[in-house]
Structure formats: structure tokens, C-alpha cells
């Protein structure tokens, strides 16, 4: 029985219901008699296809943010601004693409020839997350269909028709249909699409627990995996021009996506002298904040995916009060349909306390008082997780110091989480391996393949 369901979590409604995948073996032909021809597709070809469904995301913007907004309850703004992006990464492909896979020479003595060339190696299992529907399919699809690998891809259950739509774009761009194929697939279908030798790599965003799952029976069956997992990441403040500024800035980057987002600020570490004020401008904050239906233009924040994850955050949040850390603000859920919660603000966590080595994925922000910066970047680091961190100063030089001394794949001075298709993404630790974006990420997948003629 499909899990595949469009339960809108501005409502609280289930609007539609999906059949699930029947036959794993069809498609794992279709993909791999797909690889034969898309492979050979002159690398020009593809790259104007690229271009072509970046220019089609563009058109169908609306459509395309409404699909999210109802499916897992992101803003429209913040919907269209995720469209734009992942319009900008097949673009970026589009055009940086082909000097990517063009071969290169080695200047190495006792041969006549040391050719290094970039093929595709084969089909490959995409397992994406809901909480950028567009963006995490982007970040995994441009680069390989570029490199003329062909993709199986998996969205989350609630994603349905936001895939769906992704599939019949590229099909409009002139991608073969045999080059990508969306599939409404269960965890042990993807388990077996990747046991499958016809398969030759399998890339996953999302929890620790699907990340070391997928990665047991890629590692069983000698196939690579790229992982993208959770995150807990530091934002230290060393000091501010305007606090009340860096306040607003810090504070709704935090609630941005509703707080679901793995490179999200979620730990906040300020200097004594900035800390109560700091503390009560961004209770102000989150006691304004307007929560809605992702619909409503006067919505600052929206629900959360699901009730069920909003009812996992409240938890946490519960948890950590009972074992003594101090409520600053929020908490709860909000008593009206759907899947709201609180913006909250939580302060004086220690480390017998869950909530200090969880990722807490939802509207909270933890804040840490520190009278020494070494011994907050030793909290900093005090973590599984190691996606991105940043830290915000009036000395730049000085940021970037203490910002490398962070132990993350990401680390950003005055601003956080910045993303951008040239610029490499990906963690360190339980955050996962691998990288996506830019020229790293089309290497993850490719031969790169020595010709030596003597």
C-alpha cells in the first residue's frame, strides 16, 4: 500500500491520495537503456536541456511554489525564492557544464600521452527529503544528467505532485524519458533498486537513521553513496554594531523554512556582554511573529511538514524544560488545524540535557551565553553533526580566525547558510559525506579515467 499522500499541513486535510510503484524492475531497464543513449547524447545537447528546464521552472514558478506551499507548508515567497534557486543550479550546469567534462592533459614524463577524461558511470538512485522539494532534487539531478548518468528518483511521500511536476518539466525541456524517471517508491524498493547491479550509485538527503540504512547496502553491494544529513549548527557572535539588527537578521534565519532546514542556525553563542539584551530582543521577535497558512501574504512563518513533526519538536522542547533548561518563549503547539507551533526561544542548556546533542528541526532557538570564546567553540564543536556554523563580528579578519577553527564542511563570517550553484555543499561527522554544487558536486559520480600511451 502507497504511503504517498498530499496532506496539507495548513489545513490539516489529506487532499490526495497515490499509487505506489509496482514493478522495480521496469524501471531499472528503462533507466539503464536510457544510460546507452543519454550517455551519447553530445555533451551540447544536454546542456541545452538543462538550460531549457531551468528556463520551464522559471515560467511555471507559481505553480510550482503552490505545489510546495500545500504539500509541506512552506511560504509562497519563500516557495518562489526555492524555484529560483533550483531553476539557477540546472543553469549553472547549463553553462559550466561542458568545460567540467572537457579532458585534460598531464604533464607527466615517459609518455607520449596522459589524457585524463570525465564519463558517466550509469544509472543512479536519487532519495530526496521534503523540506526543499525543488532544491535537494536540483542539487543531485543537474550535475549528473550534465555528466550523462541516468536517475531513478525517490521524493519523500508527501512530495507527490511537487515530483511529479519536476518529472514533467524536463520531459517539456526534451529530456528522454528513459534519462529520469520519478517513482513513488517504499523504503525496501530502494533498498532493492540499490542491491541491484544495474545501478551504480545512489545519493540521499535526509535523517541519520535513512542516511546509515542507505549507506549499509550501498556499502554492502560496493556502490557509492553521497549522503547529506542533519545538522546542528553553531552561530557565534562575537559582536555587533546594531544588535537589535543582528537580532532580526540571526533570529528569522532561524525560522526560516519553519525552522526545517539541516544547515538551519539552530545554536546561538553570545558574548556576556550582548547576552541579555540579545536574549530579550529575540524573545520580542518570536512573541511577533505571525504564523499562518503558507498561503496568506501576511504569514511570516508557516506550519511546520506535519503534525506528527511538529508534535516530535514540542516534545523536545518539553523534554528540555523538565530536565532544566529555561523557556524563553513559545513551546507549544498552536490549538487551531494543521501542523503550527510556536517560535520559541530556549537558554541555559547543558549537556545533561537531550536537547544539547540533538538536532532539533523546527522553530528553536537555542541560546548560549559564553564569557570565553574558547570554551564556546569548544561547545560549538561539542557535536556529532558538522554541516555549516558561521560567526558574526565587526572584524572580518578576526571572524574568519575563529570561523576555522569550526569544525563543519560550510563556514560562513555575516551570514549563514548561504547557498549558491557554484559554491560546494556538504558536512563533516553525522552530517554526512560527499559533496553537492559547483564542480565538486559533478565529480561525485563520474569516471574520471586515465589514457597513459607510451
Known amino acids: 500500500m502507497s504511503t504517498y499522500r498530499t496532506h496539507n499541513p495548513s489545513t490539516g486535510q489529506t487532499v490526495a491520495k497515490y499509487d505506489g510503484l509496482t514493478d522495480v524492475d521496469s524501471v531499472l531497464t528503462q533507466v539503464t537503456r536510457g544510460f546507452d543513449h543519454w550517455r551519447a547524447t553530445p555533451v551540447g545537447e544536454r546542456s541545452a536541456i538543462l538550460a531549457a528546464i531551468a528556463g520551464g521552472m522559471e515560467a511555471r514558478s507559481d505553480e510550482l511554489a503552490a505545489a510546495i506551499s500545500e504539500e509541506m507548508g512552506k511560504p509562497l515567497a519563500e516557495a518562489a525564492g526555492e524555484v529560483a534557486l533550483a531553476a539557477s543550479i540546472y543553469r549553472w550546469y547549463s553553462e559550466h557544464g561542458p568545460a567540467l567534462l572537457k579532458p585534460e592533459s598531464l604533464d607527466v614524463a615517459g609518455a607520449r600521452e596522459n589524457t585524463v577524461t570525465v564519463e558517466p558511470v550509469g544509472p543512479l538512485v536519487g532519495v530526496m527529503p521534503w523540506n526543499f522539494p525543488y532544491y535537494q532534487v536540483a542539487r543531485f539531478a543537474a550535475p ?35 534519462a529520469y524517471v520519478n517513482v513513488y517508491a517504499s523504503s525496501d524498493q530502494v533498498a532493492e533498486m540499490i542491491a541491484d547491479p544495474r ?27 553521497v549522503l547529506e544529513l542533519g545538522g546542528s549548527d553553531p552561530l557565534i557572535i562575537l559582536d555587533a554594531e546594531n544588535l ?8 528569522r534565519a532561524r525560522l526560516s523554512n ?28 518570536y512573541s511577533r511573529i505571525t504564523v499562518g497558512p503558507a498561503d496568506e501574504d501576511t504569514t511570516e512563518m508557516g506550519p511546520l511538514s506535519s503534525e506528527d513533526a511538529r508534535d516530535g519538536v ?39 540535557m537531550d536537547v544539547y546533542h540533538q538536532e532539533v528541526f523546527g522553530p528553536v532557538a537555542m541560546v548560549y551565553r559564553y564569557s570565553d570564546l574558547d570554551e564556546a567553540l569548544r561547545i560549538a564543536n561539542d557535536t556529532r553533526f558538522g554541516l555549516s556554523g558561521s560567526v558574526w563580528g565587526t572584524d572580518v579578519d578576526e571572524a574568519a580566525r575563529v570561523a576555522d577553527r569550526i569544525e563543519a564542511g560550510m563556514v560562513y563570517v555575516n551570514e549563514h547558510g548561504t547557498t549558491r550553484a557554484g559554491l560546494p555543499f556538504g558536512g563533516v561527522k553525522a552530517s554526512g559525506y560527499g559533496r553537492e554544487l559547483g564542480r565538486w558536486g559533478m565529480s561525485e559520480f563520474v569516471n574520471t579515467k586515465l589514457r597513459r600511451v607510451h
Open 258 to 285: 519553519s525552522g526545517q532546514a539541516c544547515n538551519s542556525p539552530k545554536r546561538m553563542f553570545v558574548p556576556e556582554k550582548l547576552y541579555e539584551d540579545f536574549v530579550a530582543g529575540l524573545t520580542d521577535l
Open 314 to 352: 514540542v516534545e523536545q522542547v518539553r523534554t528540555a524544560v523538565e530536565q532544566g533548561a529555561k523557556l524563553r518563549v513559545g513551546g507549544d503547539p498552536i490549538d487551531r488545524p494543521g501542523a503550527y507551533m510556536e517560535p520559541t526561544v530556549l537558554t541555559d542548556i547543558t549537556p545533561d
Open 199 to 225: 545501478i551504480h550509485g545512489v545519493s540521499l538527503t535526509g535523517s541519520e537513521g535513512a542516511g546509515a540504512a542507505v549507506a549499509e547496502v550501498a556499502a554492502k553491494h560496493l556502490k557509492k553513496s
Open 244 to 251: 537589535d539588527e543582528l537580532v532580526e537578521t540571526v533570529g
Open 144 to 178: 549528473n544528467l550534465m555528466a550523462g548518468n541516468t536517475i531513478v528518483l525517490k521524493h519523500a511521500s508527501i512530495c507527490a505532485k511537487s515530483s511529479a511536476l519536476v518529472e514533467l518539466i524536463q520531459r517539456e525541456a526534451g529530456l528522454p524519458e528513459d
